[in-house]
């Protein structure tokens, strides 16, 4: 069992950081978010030319065929520096839905190249959290498919170009037969799709589908294992991210803790104060540790896999979001504010704690799985 | 909150759930129940229309335009007003300088200020806080120079709250430098639109402007313009703590009304067919919430009643602000959760619709964390109740 990065991680590790200093320091961040589309364009382009965009997609798809732990090690910078492009959307959700099907391949070579973005709708509003409850329904038209329903949140979806979707072709919502994947380009939605900004930077969107033309990405039907495995590799991805940023968030409120003076005294000679840093640091730990518990066990059995994700899910939702808690509060009203990075993690971690299925919906998955 | 009532009380009930029977637009509920701050204008009107029906300031005492009202009228008002979906008034002139101006003022102070206060003429904002004084107040360093009949104020203050839509502000400000730190600060009253006050927002994480620096450049008041003796504002804030008191009961009542935002959005969402409210495991954390809630609510009775006796609360003001800011958390934490994945969606881009509270409750989840840091940040509650609770 190996539970450190390789060389070759630790140099990814390091050039993510160079990255993020360079293109994403903290004073201009809200001119880089302002900036939306273009900006997370560019800063794309940026990335698939340090071979990024490559790094998750299989070898037999073209690309570099990075490991999980690869992954993880660029996935740790993105939250480290708070880099708010859809990376793991694009770069790991979507590749792992669609590497190595029929039809995907031009999609997964335009975001190999940095040249497009895409999103999956694969989970629905009343789910809750669980990829078998899809009441989009597909249609077979004529020879093509055709898309009824509504994804009410499509992670990242607000700039996507294509977007994966899932819908039914037999069955009932809850089956977990009778789900197939489509590829749905964006212009064949039309004023179906409707985008909204996060907190975070994030551009989410809701789509509304009504006959819309779509691509089926294999036979229809035997869809979900595929997707759950998916939403696993991209969690594991999101978990990386968030041990990444609550680090960040830590190293910056301990350094404050060393020079902000109230009382005639560093505050950090506070005890209260030192306890709440250890704690903080101890969630770091359990983050980490859980994190590489979650992502080596990505290509054990689904059941083994499937138990340890959700338990990554849930451990770091609520450490993440304790650390940033902490990191605003330990600040005092300037990590209230906008210009502190503080905030900014904060705001991540909320987001990421609701993304692919909340704390409720893995710890269910947990309690499943171990009776 | 449940209260049993006299006949006398019923009836003040009655007459009150009239009141708010109409005039609380709908508009208002989301952000009111995610404990957001209306809009200026609305809380002025707001102001000017309980003002209209003599009950402009329920915490005052009649000789000042006050109700005069009962700690029992005041919890039966809060109540009612909470059921109703309105707001809790703006407090930094009702409860903050008000308060101070009838216990220390002049006659020319009290008769100018207090109505406008209460006709909602005036908007005060608060200047205490500093870059370098914040927790640790009694280090400001903002001066207050004598010269002849004026005072020249020069310093930043920091975290000024509605410093730019305020009339009149507050102030902590150095008249002479004393051995003891806490001496030698007087408190002095200041239009806002004195030459050499420049405002500078500051951009919070909740997205709503709230909150300013206020630069001070050789600014004039009038020397008339200072409350109390020369030196002593810092005792003056005194008076504040028993408002305090207060502040943290109407919040803690305010506080039920998250309640309803949280079961409106669990009813509404249904996962895999069935109705949130009606998921046990949600079930259960908004049980455990509303306990939470019904034993700090029983707490401000118990602190109700101690101003009913003109009893002390020693540290249990402290305690209810400590609580009610890890309440509002919880709270609006729950309410997001409840509302699911989709309350990521913030602000609505090129014309798409959002559901009201979504976006409430989320800034109310943003806002919520500055309750633990402002007005004595949790930290510091700790310590006032180590040291005057049990002489740690
Ligand atoms: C949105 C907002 C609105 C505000 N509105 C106003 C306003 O209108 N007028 C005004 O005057 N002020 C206002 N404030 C200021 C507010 O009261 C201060 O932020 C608060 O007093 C904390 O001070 P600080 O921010 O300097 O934090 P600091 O005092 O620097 O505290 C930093 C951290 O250290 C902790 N700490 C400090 N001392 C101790 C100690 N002895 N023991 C243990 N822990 C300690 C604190 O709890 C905090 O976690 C506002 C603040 C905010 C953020």
């Given at each position: 069992?190996?539970?450190?990065?390789?060389?070759?991680?630790?140099?990814?590790?390091?050039?993510?950081?160079?990255?993020?200093?360079?293109?994403?320091?903290?004073?201009?961040?809200?001119?880089?978010?302002?900036?939306?589309?273009?900006?997370?364009?560019?800063?794309?382009?940026?990335?698939?030319?340090?071979?990024?965009?490559?790094?998750?997609?299989?070898?037999?798809?073209?690309?570099?065929?990075?490991?999980?732990?690869?992954?993880?090690?660029?996935?740790?910078?993105?939250?480290?520096?708070?880099?708010?492009?859809?990376?793991?959307?694009?770069?790991?959700?979507?590749?792992?839905?669609?590497?190595?099907?029929?039809?995907?391949?031009?999609?997964?070579?335009?975001?190999?190249?940095?040249?497009?973005?895409?999103?999956?709708?694969?989970?629905?509003?009343?789910?809750?959290?669980?990829?078998?409850?899809?009441?989009?329904?597909?249609?077979?038209?004529?020879?093509?498919?055709?898309?009824?329903?509504?994804?009410?949140?499509?992670?990242?979806?607000?700039?996507?170009?294509?977007?994966?979707?899932?819908?039914?072709?037999?069955?009932?919502?809850?089956?977990?037969?009778?789900?197939?994947?489509?590829?749905?380009?964006?212009?064949?939605?039309?004023?179906?799709?409707?985008?909204?900004?996060?907190?975070?930077?994030?551009?989410?969107?809701?789509?509304?589908?009504?006959?819309?033309?779509?691509?089926?990405?294999?036979?229809?039907?035997?869809?979900?294992?595929?997707?759950?495995?998916?939403?696993?590799?991209?969690?594991?991805?999101?978990?990386?991210?968030?041990?990444?940023?609550?680090?960040?968030?830590?190293?910056?409120?301990?350094?404050?803790?060393?020079?902000?003076?109230?009382?005639?005294?560093?505050?950090?000679?506070?005890?209260?104060?030192?306890?709440?840093?250890?704690?903080?640091?101890?969630?770091?730990?359990?983050?980490?540790?859980?994190?590489?518990?979650?992502?080596?066990?990505?290509?054990?059995?689904?059941?083994?896999?499937?138990?340890?994700?959700?338990?990554?899910?849930?451990?770091?939702?609520?450490?993440?979001?304790?650390?940033?808690?902490?990191?605003?509060?330990?600040?005092?009203?300037?990590?209230?504010?906008?210009?502190?990075?503080?905030?900014?993690?904060?705001?991540?971690?909320?987001?990421?704690?609701?993304?692919?299925?909340?704390?409720?919906?893995?710890?269910?998955?947990?309690a499943q799985l171990s009776v | 909150m449940e209260l049993s009532l006299d006949a006398k009380d019923t009836a003040f009930r009655d007459e009150v759930r009239e009141f708010f029977s109409t005039g609380v637009p709908d508009s208002w509920r989301d952000r009111v129940r995610a404990g957001l701050r209306l809009s200026p204008d609305e809380l002025t009107g707001y102001q000017q229309r309980l003002a209209a029906r003599g009950w402009g300031a329920p915490t005052w005492p009649v000789e000042y335009g006050g109700t005069g009202w009962t700690p029992t009228q005041l919890c039966v008002f809060w109540s009612e007003a909470a059921r109703a979906d309105a707001p809790h008034q703006f407090h930094q002139g009702l409860e903050l300088i008000g308060p101070i101006i009838f216990s220390y003022g002049s006659p020319e102070q009290k008769d100018y200020y207090l109505p406008r206060i209460i006709q909602a003429q005036d908007w005060w904002c608060q200047g205490y806080s500093e870059p370098g004084a914040g927790s640790d107040l009694a280090s400001l360093r903002a001066r207050a120079d004598r010269d002849g009949d004026d005072y020249v104020l020069n310093g930043q203050k920091t975290w000024t709250s509605y410093a730019h839509v305020a009339s009149q502000v507050f102030l902590l400000a150095r008249t002479s430098h004393e051995a003891r730190r806490q001496q030698g600060i007087s408190l002095i009253l200041a239009p806002m639109d004195t030459p050499g006050f420049r405002i500078n927002p500051i951009a919070t994480m909740d997205e709503k402007y709230h909150t300013n620096e206020l630069f001070m450049d050789n600014a004039r008041v009038p020397v008339a313009n200072r409350v109390g003796d020369e030196g002593r504002g810092w005792e003056y804030g005194k008076v504040l703590l028993d408002r305090e008191r207060m502040v943290a009961a109407a919040n803690v009542i305010f506080l039920g009304q998250i309640v309803r935002g949280i079961t409106d959005a669990a009813r509404r969402r249904k996962i895999r067919g069935r109705a949130l409210a009606d998921d046990p495991g949600f079930a259960a954390k908004l049980a455990q919430f509303t306990v939470e809630l019904t034993t700090l609510q029983a707490m401000v009775l118990r602190l109700l009643d101690d101003m009913t006796r003109g009893a002390d609360s020693g540290p249990r003001g402290s305690m209810v602000k400590l609580r009610w800011s890890q309440l509002y958390q919880a709270g609006t934490a729950l309410w997001v959760e409840a509302l699911g994945p989709e309350a990521a969606q913030f602000a609505a881009l090129d014309g798409a619709t959002l559901p009201a509270d979504m976006p409430a409750a989320l800034q109310g989840a943003l806002y919520a964390r500055v309750t633990s840091i402002y007005g004595g940040s949790s930290e510091i509650q700790h310590n006032i109740i180590a040291r005057r609770a049990l002489g740690l």
């Open positions: 069992m190996e539970l450190t990065f390789n060389s070759e991680q630790i140099m990814l590790a390091d050039s993510v950081g160079r990255y993020g200093l360079d293109k994403w320091p903290a004073i201009n961040r809200h001119k880089l978010l302002a900036g939306e589309q273009d900006g997370f364009r560019e800063r794309w382009r940026e990335m698939a030319e340090l071979g990024w965009t490559l790094l998750p997609i299989a070898e037999d798809d073209g690309g570099l065929g990075g490991s999980a732990v690869d992954v993880m090690a660029l996935a740790e910078g993105l939250g480290r520096h708070l880099i708010a492009v859809p990376y793991v959307t694009s770069c790991v959700l979507v590749p792992a839905l669609i590497g190595g099907v029929p039809g995907g391949e031009d999609l997964l070579g335009a975001l190999g190249e940095g040249k497009a973005f895409a999103a999956a709708g694969v989970l629905e509003a009343e789910g809750g959290g669980d990829p078998a409850w899809v009441t989009t329904r597909a249609e077979k038209v004529g020879g093509a498919w055709q898309l009824t329903g509504i994804k009410e949140h499509v992670e990242d979806g607000g700039c996507a170009d294509a977007f994966v979707v899932s819908a039914r072709v037999e069955g009932e919502a809850g089956d977990a037969e009778g789900i197939g994947l489509f590829l749905v380009d964006r212009a064949a939605l039309g004023d179906g799709v409707a985008r909204f900004r996060a907190v975070d930077g994030h551009l989410h969107a809701r789509l509304t589908l009504q006959g819309t033309p779509a691509l089926a990405l294999g036979e229809p039907g035997q869809a979900l294992p595929r997707i759950v495995a998916a939403l696993d590799r991209a969690i594991c991805a999101h978990l990386a991210e968030a041990t990444g940023s609550m680090e960040a968030a830590t190293a910056a409120t301990v350094e404050y803790l060393k020079t902000r003076e109230q009382f005639g005294q560093r505050i950090g000679s506070f005890q209260a104060l030192q306890h709440r840093a250890v704690d903080m640091t101890v969630a770091c730990e359990e983050a980490r540790a859980i994190t590489w518990h979650a992502t080596l066990s990505l290509d054990a059995a689904p059941g083994s896999r499937q138990r340890a994700v959700s338990a990554g899910k849930v451990r770091v939702g609520q450490s993440g979001v304790y650390v940033a808690q902490q990191a605003v509060q330990l600040h005092g009203g300037v990590g209230f504010c906008e210009e502190l990075i503080v905030s900014h993690h904060l705001r991540r971690q909320m987001m990421l704690d609701m993304a692919m299925g909340g704390q409720g919906h893995h710890l269910s998955r947990v | -």
